[in-house]
Every structure is written in structure tokens, then in C-alpha cells.
């Protein structure tokens, strides 16, 4: 299976600063189907972006998605209040479907 | 509007079996494939199973297989997840979700716990 590897495990930054969220596939990812959410407690994962780079509905263009292959990032421009969660990625681009282990974004 | 209610969660002696449902609305139901994904307390998320549309096409995780089955009944827009053989283990927050454009989950339940304990 395609092991999803997030780095970092905590970003500590402050609000209106830039988050970067990297996530790495063991292997390429067919088709780039790599999607990433947000997880607040207590609340089910919201989806923010899919195939690597397009943002799901309702979600802001603070929240962008790059990479190909094997290498992917997520990018939140200016932190708001409510962006301190849980971020993981899952990919769909071979069975069984797998996500990483998730990165905190903590208040700094 | 698309909804999706997932329910059957409860307390389960090792060993036990728990039947999971997932109500569904405002979409057409046959037209998706459906997932289980489950958290564990404080853990990250997991794949569990999936059914395509049609219902003919099944899979699950290699920490399930012989254990769980997957099914759905397309006259009532419902999902199921029948667990048997329950370990500590499978202790979890079972979500149910929607597979959206390019195999991401675009819509999911709220969750429903199972807690596996003597």
C-alpha cells in the first residue's frame, strides 16, 4: 500500500502567518489524486482540496494545493482563528485508499 | 441538500457483533460509491471499506477482512457496516463517507462510536 508521510507532526505559528504542509507518497500517485482536511475536534474531516489542487466547495483561497508524482503540499496564506486544526492528506490513486498521520497547526 | 447520518455505535463485548447504518439524502444514492473510515481515540484516520453504486463491487482493509461486510440497500439510500468478531482493536469513531471527484471523500457523517470492552 502507498504510505502518506506528513511533515511536519506540529506547526506552531501565529495568526496571519503562512502555514506549509508537506505530505510524501512511498510511491507516485496515479493521477495526482491526492486530497487534504481539516479536522477540528469533536467535528468529522472537511474536505479543503482534491486531486492536489482543487479546492473543494465553500472552502476559502487562502487554502491552496500543489505537487505531482509523489510530493505534495498544502499552503494556508494568511492563518485565521479558525485554521488551527488537524490536517491530513489521502490519496486515491491506488488501493487501498491511505492517509497520513495527520499535522497539527497550533497556535504559536 | 446532501446529508449523511451514521448511527448503530455502541459498547460491544470482544467478540461481539454491532451492525452499523448510514442514512442518506438529497443526492442519487446509486450513483456513489461509499466508503467506512474509522478513528480511533486520538489516532488518525483509516480506511475500513468501500461499495461501489451498484453494490457489486466490494473491498476493506486487511485489518477487517473476514470480519466486517459491507452492503447497502439502494430502495432505502442506506449504508451498512455488519461487524463481527470484534477485538479492542476496532475501539473507534466509524465515519461513513461519499465519494467524491478524483476518490476524495466529499461528504461524511458525523460519526458514530463503537467501544470494544469486557
Known amino acids: 500500500e502507498i504510505v502518506l508521510t506528513q511533515s511536519p507532526d506540529t506547526l506552531s505559528l501565529s495568526p496571519g502567518e503562512r502555514a506549509t504542509l508537506s505530505c510524501r507518497a512511498s510511491?507516485?500517485?496515479?493521477?495526482?489524486?491526492l486530497a487534504w482536511y481539516q479536522q477540528k475536534p469533536g467535528q468529522a474531516p472537511r474536505p479543503l482540496v482534491f486531486?492536489?489542487?482543487s479546492r473543494a466547495a465553500g472552502i476559502p483561497d487562502r487554502f491552496s494545493g500543489s505537487g505531482s508524482g509523489a510530493d505534495f503540499t498544502l499552503t494556508i496564506s494568511r492563518l485565521e482563528p479558525e485554521d488551527f486544526a488537524v490536517y491530513y492528506c489521502?490519496?486515491?490513486?491506488?488501493?487501498?485508499?491511505?492517509f497520513g498521520q495527520g499535522t497539527k497547526v497550533e497556535i504559536k | 441538500e446532501v446529508q449523511v447520518v451514521d448511527s448503530g455505535g455502541g459498547l460491544v463485548q470482544p467478540g461481539g457483533s454491532l451492525r452499523l447504518s448510514c442514512v442518506t439524502s438529497?443526492?442519487?444514492?446509486?450513483?456513489?460509491?461509499f466508503h467506512w473510515i474509522r478513528q480511533a481515540p486520538g489516532k488518525g484516520l483509516e480506511y475500513v471499506s468501500a461499495?461501489?453504486?451498484?453494490?457489486?463491487?466490494?473491498s476493506y482493509a486487511d485489518s477487517v477482512r473476514g470480519r466486517f461486510a459491507i452492503s447497502r440497500d439502494n430502495s432505502k439510500n442506506t449504508l451498512y457496516l455488519q461487524m463481527g468478531g470484534l477485538r479492542p482493536e476496532d475501539m473507534a469513531l466509524y465515519y461513513c463517507?461519499?465519494?467524491?471527484?478524483?476518490?476524495?471523500?466529499?461528504?461524511w457523517g458525523q460519526g458514530t462510536l463503537v467501544t470494544v470492552s469486557s
Open positions: 463517507a461519499r465519494e467524491g471527484r478524483g476518490g476524495h471523500y466529499d461528504f
Open positions: 438529497g443526492f442519487t444514492f446509486t450513483s456513489y460509491t
Open positions: 461499495i461501489s453504486g451498484d453494490g457489486s463491487s466490494v
Open positions: 510511491q507516485s500517485i496515479r493521477n495526482n489524486f
Open positions: 486531486a492536489a489542487s
Open positions: 489521502q490519496q486515491s490513486g491506488r488501493a487501498p485508499w491511505t
